[in-house]
């Protein structure tokens, strides 16, 4: 069963059946069931407190014997413990595909990760570009001065005479 550790240090283990399933699509709406299972993994992506209620979900037995509460397990949730958790996950994910799927699943989720990673490095790549911080400093004082125009203040209308 895969594993993940909370801010806290407590292990918790990651597992899904139809049942579980049936209870995570009741009450926090993301379907693994349904035919396209990238649309779940879509919402989870796009939506942390959505993976932290599925996150709950798969371990409330867990922490109801453990005293946890799903508040205490959401404070407990973010940064590496909250992508070790969303890892837990996918890896459990597969092991619930059925053996004919698993590889193909498995391969999804390793390009999922590729991907990712390449989001990441493009991403990393964008922000060392030369003169960033300038292009970020004119396009914030634009926001910041009314009328202004890529950091320009705005003419003179010729209304207001000169001292």
Not at 9 to 36: C, K
């Amino acid at each position: 069963m895969p594993q993940f550790k909370d801010m806290k240090g407590r292990a918790w283990g990651v597992d899904l059946s139809i049942g579980l399933a049936s209870r995570i699509r009741q009450n926090t709406g993301v379907d693994f069931l349904a035919p396209e299972l990238g649309k779940a993994l879509r919402e989870l992506a796009a939506d942390p407190m959505k993976l932290v209620g599925v996150l709950w979900e798969c371990c409330a037995e867990q922490a109801e014997r453990s005293g946890v509460t799903p508040e205490d397990m959401g404070m407990s949730l973010g940064g590496d413990s909250l992508s070790d958790a969303s890892e837990a996950l996918m890896e459990a994910l597969v092991l619930f595909t059925r053996r004919p799927l698993r590889p193909a699943a498995k391969r999804a989720m390793e390009l999922g990760k590729e991907a990712e990673r390449l989001l990441m490095e493009r991403a990393g790549e964008r922000l060392a570009k030369p003169g960033l911080a300038v292009e970020l400093a004119d396009a914030l004082e634009a926001e910041l001065t009314p009328g202004a125009e890529s950091g320009k203040l705005p003419e003179s209308s010729g209304s207001t005479p000169d001292p």
